[in-house]
């Protein structure tokens, strides 16, 4: 008999999972939250995106803005750089990380992995919380602002995606396309952390809005930057 105490926010999740190994160290979990940690996620994600940092269109080094809008915890990312305040935005510290997303981000590598050892080490500290309309798109590119490899954690809440894995050398053919759907887990590591990857399209209207989100899709993806804060004086 299950004597687990009831699922609590962010609390394990109480369904069977299926575990696709797509390429090699990346593994896609389909329904692995549940909607009751769907819900809390687009609650949690609305308060961030209102700040101290407001949700916004990241600027691309060539003058172009992304179509994806975002939001950073812990770390503020910009193409090539993570710092603690949003310098591109308003200025502000970004909110820190919180811990019930660390917390998170470990099960998550246990689940993918299967490694209660690896889970157990995993700290992200930066979550990119990104929002596609239905016509956002997010092109081909590797994540590799991060000094560590640890894997990044990616979490889908409403409408569907095609979601494109490459490979690591270049951001060409050939390609594998996944659907990601509300409550999917995707890890990202071992030989397939530094591979290429986007998200082509957006498929709208297939979201479920008892996830509090009626149009639009969330990814929420946990890292671990590998930095540190500068001691006062440093460098000098
Ligand atoms: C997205 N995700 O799914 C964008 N990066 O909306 C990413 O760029 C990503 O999902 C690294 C690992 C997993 C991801
Ligand atoms: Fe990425």
Redesign the pocket.
């Known amino acids: 008999m299950n004597t687990d105490p009831a699922p609590t926010l962010f609390g394990p999740p109480h369904a069977a999972y299926e575990r696709r190994e797509i390429a090699p160290g990346a593994v896609h979990l389909p329904g692995w939250l549940t909607p009751g940690e769907q819900r809390d996620l687009v609650t949690a994600c609305r308060a961030w995106a209102a700040g101290p940092v407001p949700i916004r269109r990241t600027r691309l080094p060539r003058g172009g803005v992304m179509s994806?809008q975002t939001v950073c915890l812990g770390w503020h990312w910009q193409p090539y750089a993570y710092s603690r305040t949003a310098d591109d935005v308003n200025g502000r510290r970004v909110a820190p990380f919180p811990a019930r997303l660390a917390d998170l981000g470990r099960r998550a590598v246990a689940d993918a992995y299967q490694d209660e050892e690896q889970a157990a080490a995993y700290e992200p500290d930066a979550a990119?919380v990104?929002f596609?309309d239905g016509t956002a798109r997010?092109g081909m590119?590797q994540?590799k602002d991060e000094r560590s490899l640890a894997p990044?954690?990616?979490l889908?809440i409403g409408d569907s995606?095609v979601?494109r894995l490459g490979t690591t050398e270049h951001r060409n053919r050939p390609w594998h396309d996944v659907t990601?759907a509300s409550g999917d887990l995707?890890v990202?590591g071992g030989p397939s952390r530094l591979a290429y990857?986007?998200?082509p399209k957006i498929l709208p209207g297939t979201g479920d809005p008892a996830t509090g989100l009626t149009r639009g899709?969330l990814?929420l993806?946990l890292?671990v930057t590998g930095l540190t804060d500068e001691p006062e004086g440093a460098g000098r």
Request: aromatic letters at 14%.
């Open positions: 994806v990119l990104n596609y997010l590119h994540d990044v954690v990616s889908s995606c979601f990601l995707l990202f990857h986007a998200v899709r990814n993806t890292r």
